[in-house]
């Protein structure tokens, strides 16, 4: 297991960025693969962007259109997500959630999950 906080959400217009942090407990951060997913209000909870445990990244096309990067230090235990050109469709709460090995884009894959971080983006 592996406890998961996420940090970085806020308020913020439209067009503005953010850059949501997950940082993870243990020593065995590098061999999960660690994923965003985010659930707008009144809707299902969808796969952001993940990374593998090797390292290498999945981004949902239709999320992320080149606005979001994601990134991984192993050293600091943290993941993070900068988000660019935020849109009010953006707004979610944003969770973090780990699995072993390979990233998986539904959420039922995942068994640790953070508590979430709130992103709202004003028109």
């Known amino acids: 297991q592996v406890q998961l906080i996420e940090s970085g959400g806020g308020l913020v217009q439209a067009g503005g960025s953010l850059r949501l942090s997950c940082a993870a407990s243990g020593r065995t951060f590098s061999s999960y693969a660690m994923a965003w997913f985010r659930q707008c209000p009144g809707k299902e909870r969808e796969f952001v962007a993940g990374?593998?445990?090797?390292?290498?990244?999945?981004y949902s096309s239709d999320i992320v259109n080149g606005r979001f990067t994601i990134s991984r230090d192993n050293a600091k235990n943290t993941m993070y997500l900068q988000m660019r050109s935020l849109k009010p469709e953006d707004t979610a709460v944003y969770y973090c959630?780990?699995?072993?090995?390979?990233?998986?884009?539904?959420?039922?894959?995942?068994?640790?999950w953070g508590q979430g971080t709130q992103v709202t983006v004003s028109s």
């Open positions: 990374f593998n445990r090797l390292g290498s990244a999945t």
């Open positions: 959630a780990a699995r072993p090995a390979v990233v998986r884009t539904s959420p039922l894959e995942y068994d640790n």
